[in-house]
C-alpha cells in the first residue's frame, strides 16, 4: 500500500429502527468525543424531553453503551431499547503516480451500528433489546447500591485492613 494515498471514504447511512416521537434529540457518539460532554448534552436533553436516542458505529459503540447507562442511572425509571446492526465503509485508495498504470483500489468493510433508545414512557416489553428500569434506589445505599461481602464474608472496610491499609 506504499504506492497509495487514501483517498475519500463514504459510509452507508443508517436509519433508525424506532418509531420515535417527533423532536426527539439524538446523540451522535463518534470515536473521539469526550464522555463528559455527551452526559451533559443527553441529560439536559432527556429533563425536557420523554425519549433521547444515542447512536454510534465503529469504535463509539462502546462509548455509547456507557453514556446510556450512566444516563439510566442518573435519570431513575428509563426504559431502554437497543438495536443492532451494521453499515457499509467504503474506503478508495489513489495512485499515488497514476502514470505507472495502477489502478484506484476500493476497499469496503462492515461497521457495527447502534442504536438506544431511553425513554421516560413505557415501551413494548415484547421487542428484543428491551430492558425495563432498574430497581428504585434504597434508603442509605451507596452509590444506589450495596457493596457485598467477599467470599470470606469480609466487608469492603476490613479488606482494606486485611492488606495493611495502604491507601
Known amino acids: ?11 452507508q447511512p443508517s436509519v433508525c429502527p424506532f418509531s420515535l416521537v417527533p423532536d426527539t434529540p439524538e446523540v451522535r457518539v463518534k470515536d473521539g468525543s469526550k464522555i463528559r460532554n455527551l452526559l451533559r448534552y443527553a441529560l439536559s436533553r432527556i429533563e425536557a424531553k420523554s425519549q433521547l436516542v444515542f447512536t454510534a458505529s465503529g469504535k463509539g459503540v462502546s462509548k455509547a453503551i456507557t453514556c446510556a447507562e450512566v444516563v439510566k442511572r442518573r435519570v431513575r425509571g428509563l426504559h431502554q431499547l437497543t438495536s443492532l446492526a451494521s453499515s457499509t465503509l467504503t ?9 505507472v498504470g495502477l489502478d484506484s483500489i476500493t ?6 451500528v447502534i442504536w438506544i433508545l431511553l425513554s421516560k414512557d413505557p415501551l413494548d416489553h415484547s421487542l428484543p433489546g428491551y430492558q425495563a428500569p432498574g430497581p428504585p434506589r434504597r434508603a442509605g445505599s451507596l452509590l444506589g447500591h450495596r457493596v457485598a461481602n467477599d467470599a470470606l464474608g469480609r466487608t469492603p472496610e476490613s479488606r482494606r485492613e486485611a492488606r495493611g491499609a495502604r491507601r
Open 1 to 11: 500500500m506504499e504506492n497509495y494515498s487514501k483517498g475519500r471514504s463514504t459510509e
Open 91 to 99: 474506503d478508495v485508495w489513489d495512485p499515488l503516480e497514476p502514470a
Open 107 to 112: 476497499v469496503s468493510r462492515k461497521l457495527p
